[in-house]
């Protein structure tokens, strides 16, 4: 063999090897794979109690409960089935009923989501302020604000 020919086999080999070990971890995450999962896919799936993973869906209205101090109850649904949530910590700015979120912890065995973190979601229509000023100020707006 050749050195170019040797330097194929080489190189030939290592992206077997690359997309083998790709295809593996792939294969072991597929259920993981998930950004998150909402209510109806909780409902029927079967999670022990201490299961972590990542609950998505609307802020109920209504729901919203807020305690002593910085902790807050919510329900997160996605207009068919409901789950409700328990966060201690400062939650974020855009967090109101009727928004996107997704509450990442564990079941309790109440079948209480205990969350660790949440994350409000924006809608895609996001303007930046002075942008939305401008085109007030130029009369073209079409948002509702």
Do not use: C
């Amino acid at each position: 063999m050749t050195r170019k020919q040797k330097r194929l086999v080489i190189i030939a080999g290592a992206l077997g090897f690359l997309s083998a070990a790709v295809a593996l971890v792939l294969f072991a995450l597929n259920q993981e794979i998930v950004f998150f999962r909402s209510p109806s896919d909780v409902q029927a799936m079967n999670l022990a109690p201490g299961q972590r993973l990542r609950l998505g869906g609307l802020v109920e209205e209504g729901s919203v409960s807020r305690g002593d101090g910085v902790g807050a109850t919510f329900k997160v649904t996605d207009t068919s089935h409901s789950v409700t949530v328990t966060y201690s910590g400062i939650l974020p700015d855009l967090f109101r009923e009727g928004q996107g979120v997704i509450a990442e912890g564990a079941f309790a065995d109440g079948g209480v989501f205990i969350a660790d973190t949440v994350l409000a979601k924006h809608d895609e229509n996001y303007m930046p302020k002075e942008v939305a000023d401008s085109l007030k100020k130029q009369g073209v707006w079409q948002g509702d604000k």
